[in-house]
């Protein structure tokens, strides 16, 4: 079954809740409705009915000139005087004028035969059915106005039903006017949905164009927003950033490994296709396999620290927390001079307690390269110097600085802003020494550190390495 679109299924629910609220709203309106008007004609009975009490009176006889203005009606020894406006039908409620024995004197009343023998309550509502309709009665007497203290009544009845007409009316319009008000309101949302995730197919479409194209560069423009869309944008743009910085490193990876493995690759094949051109010495075989093993060695250093390297460029693979950066100098230094050779000496000045926030396997290896590259093109019988100690910035900033120095060849003044870079190397007369990327590790791992690293050299006197981490703050 084919997936629908998130627009869509907005849409279908949007238009559930909406024909769910529309029928709640109108059973709540209509029950609301009918409550209303049940008291609405509940107290329009009520004020009929007091409203004609006001229109009856007890007169001795009737007057001698009679303008027709009033109904008189025999009544004991007098008449009973009836305004005109006396209202005995009235959008369908009656009004009835009865004697205290139940007996009808003037008006209407849709239920004289079923009220005869029902005694009258003064001032009280109640509800009477016959024939499947429910009736309000209220009635009212007259004693106040009548000789000798008679009783006489006005009974008001209305049906029920006639709010029910009324509900029915509200009913129709409302069957009318709903369908009309949801399908603009459907309207309206779905315009509103649309508009919504515009953004989104907008991410959809850059997405879409990054993944097909040759781009990674490309980013999504919404990352500016600061709603959840932005949130969003901003999450492919880091993913593509990554997949950037990985698909420049696999790339820088492929073009470092071809170039640079092709020399000590080229030396062997030139090697083994030389000793089985024919039979050779014992010593000439000896050489072609030492020429061999040099450069296979050459090529497994190589690729090592190639590996590590590009591994730099992914800082989730590295924890960083606090270390002892004391401790790991001291440990590295330690190391090399157990493997130094050329007869070098060294000397250290290492303050305690110096840490930081960072790796341990990155700083040690940041000690190790550059104490090597000292032992490396450092002079038969030379001096290095370790030096670690802390010191305040120029920004009155906690740094720890460490420096390296030797007492070697040196390194020409048009050489110092290219030695970090990977696979330069200056002097070609140690171009087989090292891989060319020991000095490019250090200022990569200081940069990870949030430091930096230089270097001051004299040709002919030797050469010094600094490195500044920030310590932490206490």
């Known amino acids: 079954?084919?997936?629908?679109?998130?627009?869509?299924?907005?849409?279908?629910?949007?238009?559930?809740?909406?024909?769910?609220?529309?029928?709640?709203?109108?059973?709540?309106?209509?029950?609301?409705?009918?409550?209303?008007?049940?008291g609405t004609i509940r107290n329009y009975l009520i004020t009929m009915v007091e409203e004609n009490t006001d229109k009856i009176l007890y007169v001795d006889k009737k007057p001698e000139e009679d303008t027709g203005a009033n109904i008189y009606i025999p009544y004991g020894?007098?008449?009973?005087?009836?305004d005109a406006d006396?209202?005995?039908?009235?959008?369908?409620?009656?009004?009835?004028?009865?004697?205290?024995?139940?007996?009808m004197i003037y008006g209407e009343n849709p239920l004289e035969k079923e009220t005869t023998n029902v005694e009258f309550t003064e001032s009280y509502i109640w509800s009477f059915s016959t024939g499947g309709v429910e009736y309000m009665i209220y009635d009212?007497?007259?004693?106040?106005?009548?000789?000798?203290?008679?009783?006489?009544?006005?009974?008001?009845?209305?049906?029920e039903t006639k709010s029910e007409l009324q509900l029915d009316a509200i009913t129709r319009i409302s069957a009318l006017l709903i369908?009309?008000?949801?399908?603009?309101?459907?309207?309206?949302?779905?315009?509103?949905?649309?508009?919504?995730?515009?953004?989104?197919?907008?991410?959809?479409?850059?997405?879409?164009?990054?993944?097909?194209?040759?781009?990674?560069?490309?980013?999504?423009?919404?990352?500016?927003?600061?709603?959840?869309?932005?949130?969003?944008?901003?999450?492919?743009?880091?993913?593509?950033?990554?997949?950037?910085?990985?698909?420049?490193?696999?790339?820088?990876?492929?073009?470092?490994?071809?170039?640079?493995?092709?020399?000590?690759?080229?030396?062997?094949?030139?090697?083994?296709?030389?000793?089985?051109?024919?039979?050779?010495?014992?010593?000439?075989?000896k050489e072609a396999l030492e020429v061999i093993h040099r450069q296979s060695s050459r090529m497994n250093d190589l690729i090592?620290?190639?590996?590590?390297?590009?591994?730099?460029?992914?800082?989730?693979?590295?924890?960083?927390?606090?270390?002892?950066?004391?401790?790991?100098?001291?440990?590295?230094?330690?190391?090399?001079?157990?493997?130094?050779?050329?007869?070098?000496?060294?000397?250290?000045?290492?303050?305690?307690?110096?840490?930081?926030i960072g790796n341990a396997m990155l700083l040690g290896r940041l000690v190790q390269n550059l104490v090597g590259n000292a032992y490396r093109y450092g002079n038969e019988n030379g001096n290095i110097a370790v030096d670690l100690f802390?010191?305040?910035?120029?920004?009155?900033r906690k740094v720890a600085k460490l420096s390296v120095s030797d007492d070697g060849p040196g390194i020409d003044k048009e050489d110092l802003d290219k030695i970090f870079d990977r696979f330069y190397r200056g002097d070609s007369s140690r171009s087989n020494q090292g891989t060319g990327l020991g000095l490019a590790m250090v200022k990569k791992?200081?940069?990870?550190?949030?430091?930096?690293?230089?270097?001051?050299?004299?040709?002919?006197?030797?050469?010094?390495?600094?490195?500044?981490?920030?310590?932490?703050?206490?």
Do not use: C
């Open 86 to 103: 006396f209202l005995d039908v009235v959008n369908d409620v009656y009004a009835a004028l009865y004697t205290s024995d139940g007996k």
């Open 304 to 356: 090592g620290d190639m590996l590590d390297y590009t591994r730099m460029n992914q800082l989730e693979r590295y924890k960083m927390e606090e270390v002892d950066l004391s401790d790991i100098t001291r440990e590295m230094v330690n190391q090399m001079v157990l493997i130094g050779d050329k007869s070098i000496s060294m000397s250290t000045g290492i303050q305690h307690g110096i840490k930081v």
């Open 140 to 159: 009212r007497s007259l004693g106040a106005k009548l000789p000798d203290n008679e009783v006489l009544w006005i009974r008001g009845v209305v049906p």
């Open 77 to 82: 020894d007098g008449q009973l005087e009836i």
């Open 390 to 396: 802390s010191e305040e910035n120029e920004e009155g």
């Open 1 to 38: 079954m084919k997936t629908k679109s998130i627009r869509f299924r907005l849409i279908l629910w949007f238009a559930i809740i909406l024909v769910v609220t529309v029928l709640i709203t109108f059973l709540a309106i209509r029950t609301a409705s009918g409550m209303v008007l049940k």
């Open 445 to 474: 791992i200081a940069e990870i550190h949030g430091g930096e690293v230089t270097v001051e050299s004299e040709v002919g006197k030797g050469s010094t390495f600094k490195v500044i981490i920030p310590l932490i703050k206490l």
């Open 179 to 285: 369908p009309i008000l949801s399908a603009l309101m459907a309207l309206l949302m779905y315009l509103v949905i649309d508009k919504s995730l515009k953004p989104l197919r907008e991410i959809e479409e850059t997405a879409d164009h990054i993944s097909r194209g040759e781009d990674l560069k490309e980013r999504i423009e919404l990352a500016e927003r600061e709603d959840e869309v932005g949130m969003l944008a901003k999450a492919f743009n880091r993913m593509f950033d990554r997949l950037n910085r990985s698909f420049e490193v696999e790339k820088q990876f492929t073009q470092d490994a071809s170039h640079e493995l092709r020399t000590p690759t080229s030396v062997i094949m030139a090697q083994s296709e030389y000793i089985l051109e024919k039979d050779r010495t014992n010593q000439e075989y």
